[in-house]
Structures are given as structure tokens and as C-alpha cells.
């Protein structure tokens, strides 16, 4: 079974840059996988920061950013600021028509 | 613009068939992916599968055997079945939509909670 990981948790300070990242278990991240990043916060529904490895949504900012790091993709927010404490969710194309989320990672802006 | 809204029960007994509708408004059903996503509480995002406006689907290897998704293009709706519910069917469930499938979802809908108990 294919496992998408993501850290757990992360910090980062008001200001700061931080990178989460997105892996595969058994494979490396490429493009075809066709990386996407979801934010959430607590009670609310996940909006879409990235497509397509680095495409932003419609009305990101554009501290946000998507990228391939090594064998994984990866998601930076570049000058965090408190309303990025959130959880972030990515998602990655299997082929097949088959989606897997990650687990996610809880960001905390302190 | 679009915007998703799901309907049906907040509480489900188990063994019993959850059946959940989208509504899609300000938009067209056509030449769209939709997509239903669980999530337990406290937990983290599930797909579930999609439905494309032709009828096609396809659904996560691990739930198959018990989801059946379905469309209605004149009502601009699309639906979720899920049979055999046990507590660990409890969660928020999303609808969403998909331009290009492997570009994950653009639109999401606000989540209906669904508690599975007797």
C-alpha cells in the first residue's frame, strides 16, 4: 500500500521561512505525481494553495510556493505570519485516477 | 462561482447505507471530476473517490467494496453511498471538484458531519 508522508509537526517563527515536505514510501516525488497542497485550520473546510507541483490557487499568496526538494515534493511559506498556523495537507496522482492524501503537518507560527 | 453543498443524515446506525448528495451551483456539473473526501475527527483528509460527469468512477482501494458514487447532470448533483457502517465511518465528508484530476481538487464544499452509532 502506498503511503504519502509529511512531518507530523513543524514550527516556525512570525517572519520566518519554513519548509514542509511531501514523500512517497516506496518512490521518489517527481512531477508526475502532480503535487498538490492543501491549507486547514480547525472547523473549516481545506482551501488549495497548490496544483501541479508549484501552480498557486487562485488568490494565494504568493509567499506560498511549491517545489520538488530531493525526492520529495515540498511546500515553503516564505515570512510566516499567524494565520499560516494551520494544518497542511498534501495530495499526490497514484495514475489510475487514483488521489492519496499525506498524513498532514500541524504548523505552528511562534 | 462554484460552490458545493452537501446534504443528507448526521447519524447513521451501523450496518446501515449512508447516502449523501453535492449540489453543485453557480457552475455546470459537465467536464468535471467530483470527488468525496472523509475526514475522522481529528484526523487527517481520506479520498474517497470520484465520479466523472459521464458516470465514470473510481474509488479508493480500500473502501471499493462498499462505495457506489453516482451523478445526476439535470440537477446538478452527484451522490455518495456507503454500505456497512461501522464507527470508524465517522467523519466530516467533503465534496469537491477536479478540473484535471491529477491536479487534485479546486472547489471544495463546507463538509456535513456524518456519526455512525445506534
Known amino acids: 500500500q502506498t503511503v504519502v508522508t509529511q512531518e507530523p509537526s513543524f514550527s516556525v517563527s512570525p517572519g520566518g521561512t519554513v519548509t514542509l515536505t511531501c514523500g512517497l514510501s516506496s518512490d521518489s516525488v517527481s512531477t508526475s505525481y502532480y503535487p498538490s497542497w492543501y491549507q486547514q485550520t480547525p472547523g473549516q473546510a481545506p482551501r488549495t494553495l497548490i496544483y501541479?507541483?508549484?501552480t498557486r490557487s487562485s488568490g494565494v499568496p504568493d509567499r506560498f510556493s511549491g517545489s520538488i526538494l530531493g525526492n520529495k515534493a515540498a511546500l515553503t511559506i516564505t515570512g510566516a505570519q499567524a494565520d499560516d498556523d494551520s494544518d497542511y495537507y498534501c495530495v499526490l496522482y497514484m495514475g489510475s485516477g487514483i488521489l492519496v492524501f499525506g498524513g498532514g503537518t500541524k504548523l505552528t507560527v511562534l | 462561482q462554484v460552490q458545493l453543498q452537501e446534504s443528507g443524515p448526521g447519524l447513521v446506525k451501523p450496518s446501515e447505507t449512508l447516502s449523501l448528495t453535492c449540489t453543485v451551483s453557480g457552475g455546470s456539473i459537465s467536464s468535471y471530476y467530483w470527488s468525496w473526501i472523509r475526514q475522522p475527527p481529528g484526523k487527517g483528509l481520506e479520498w474517497i473517490g470520484y465520479?466523472?460527469?459521464?458516470?465514470?468512477?473510481k474509488y479508493n482501494p480500500s473502501l471499493k467494496s462498499r462505495v457506489t458514487m453516482s451523478v445526476d447532470p439535470s440537477k446538478n448533483q452527484f451522490s455518495l453511498k456507503l454500505n456497512s457502517l461501522t464507527a470508524a465511518d465517522t467523519a466530516v465528508y467533503y465534496c469537491?471538484?477536479?478540473?484535471?484530476?491529477?491536479?487534485?481538487?479546486?472547489?471544495w464544499g463546507q463538509g456535513t458531519t456524518v456519526t455512525v452509532s445506534s
Open positions: 501541479s507541483t508549484n
Open positions: 469537491a471538484r477536479s478540473g484535471y484530476l491529477y491536479y487534485g481538487v479546486d472547489v
Open positions: 465520479v466523472y460527469y459521464s458516470g465514470s468512477t
